[in-house]
């Protein structure tokens, strides 16, 4: 695809603006962009540490916890006292095999993040967009609204003269090949698992995956078609037009070749997350838990599309009821089986997700800004 008329064209213009010239006739410092502000000291990472304790970061991690052990409590179904007996008797290697089909899905987001990079003219390795994708997905473990995508952002543009708008742009159409990926694959795996026939709730869920594919269907027509001549309407300052233009063009830079690459890349993702259910599943070993793959599948879909709800921190409490509704009232299984499912799970994905991504951040070269200097001015040519 290419960028809506009006626009500056990906190419040598554009990405020339990214590394304006300073008034001594020097660059400005890396990682600094065309109208936004240069990047110059270490600070990220206190202002990150801030965000982690502020009120709201607080509230929204504590009443989630609050209210799911607050019910968990006022049904006897769930039988807590069992809970620990239950997690300790699981296969271990079935645990394993979980956690590291999960983490083999890391790589293959670094490396389809990397592919969007480049289509919008940044070049990235697949190891140095791994980290940083870790990183972000990390914090959007800790804070709520998503901050990580913003935080990834942030993080390449301390690491490479590019610009945050445009590299935003990448991100956002990586989160809509994530909701077309989930909805789609949710949506055959709902189809086939309930292929004998659907009761209200199920439609309800297969109907929300269509709503969200049709919506998205919309979004993306109306901002490739409209967007920047809505946007010129509005009494917005130009500098709001051209970050715009910049995060256009990281959006739309995806080209149609890529598409089958990259949707191929999206399935493979969200297949290693229903795999991870799968052998946790296994791994607990209840016999009156019979979901099968597309079963499996269907719920690890619907409690992923659950995430993009962005009120909690990775989804905070409104996943792990999902989980336990989708499990307990469409599959029969029992309160506390399912209860000890979700925990189990989730703790693959969010709580180890935290413990190796602090590490990760703290001995990571890409958290860490130094002090960049201007280079000197240029020789005039005689």
């Known amino acids: 695809m290419t960028a809506s008329s009006g626009q500056r064209p990906l190419g040598e213009a554009s990405d020339r603006s990214d590394v304006p010239a300073t008034a001594s006739g020097g660059t400005a410092p890396?990682?600094?962009?065309?109208?936004?502000?240069?990047?110059?000291?270490?600070?990220?990472?206190?202002s990150l540490l801030r965000r982690l304790r502020s009120p709201r970061t607080i509230i929204s991690l504590a009443v989630p916890l609050v209210l799911?052990?607050?019910?968990?409590?006022?049904?006897?179904?769930?039988?807590l006292d069992q809970l620990p007996s239950r997690i300790l008797a699981a296969n271990p290697w079935l645990l394993l095999a979980a956690f590291l089909?999960?983490?083999?899905?890391?790589?293959?987001?670094?490396?389809?993040?990397?592919l969007l990079l480049r289509s919008a003219g940044t070049r990235l390795s697949t190891r140095d967009s791994t980290e940083i994708v870790f990183i972000s997905w990390m914090v959007n473990c800790l804070v709520p609204a998503k901050l990580g995508d913003?935080?990834?952002?942030?993080?390449?543009?301390?690491?490479r003269a590019v610009s945050t708008s445009r590299t935003l742009g990448t991100v956002f159409i990586e989160r809509v090949l994530d909701l077309f990926g989930i909805a789609v694959l949710g949506l055959a795996a709902g189809f086939w698992s309930f292929r004998g026939g659907f009761d209200p709730y199920v439609e309800f869920v297969l109907g929300l995956g269509v709503a969200v594919v049709v919506v998205l269907a919309v979004a993306l027509l109306t901002l490739r078609n409209f967007g920047r001549r809505i946007l010129v309407r509005l009494p917005v300052p130009h500098t709001a037009v051209e970050l715009y233009d910049r995060f256009e063009e990281g959006f739309f830079a995806l080209k149609a070749r890529s598409v089958p690459r990259l949707g191929a890349l999206t399935g493979l993702i969200w297949s290693t997350e229903a795999m991870r259910l799968w052998f946790v599943i296994a791994a607990l070993g209840y016999a009156d838990v019979r979901l099968g793959l597309s079963g499996t599948f269907f719920v690890a879909l619907a409690a992923s599309l659950l995430t993009a709800i962005p009120l909690t921190p990775g989804g905070l409490g409104i996943v792990e009821a999902g989980m336990v509704g989708i499990l307990t009232y469409i599959y029969g299984v029992p309160q506390g089986e399912a209860l000890?499912?979700?925990?189990?799970?989730?703790?693959?994905?969010i709580l180890s997700v935290i413990v190796i991504g602090a590490i990760v951040y703290v001995l990571s070269s890409k958290t860490k800004v130094v002090r960049r200097p201007i280079a000197p001015a240029a020789a005039p040519s005689p």
Do not use: C, H, K
Not at 30 to 46: D, H, N
Not at 107 to 114: A, L
Not at 340 to 349: G, K, M, P, Q
């Open 340 to 349: 000890t499912i979700a925990l189990v799970d989730r703790s693959i994905s």
């Open 150 to 159: 913003v935080y990834r952002a942030y993080l390449l543009r301390m690491n």
């Open 101 to 114: 089909i999960y983490y083999a899905g890391f790589p293959i987001r670094g490396y389809r993040w990397s």
């Open 68 to 79: 799911l052990a607050l019910l968990a409590r006022s049904l006897p179904g769930f039988q």
């Open 30 to 46: 890396a990682g600094s962009t065309g109208g936004e502000p240069a990047v110059e000291v270490s600070a990220e990472s206190l």
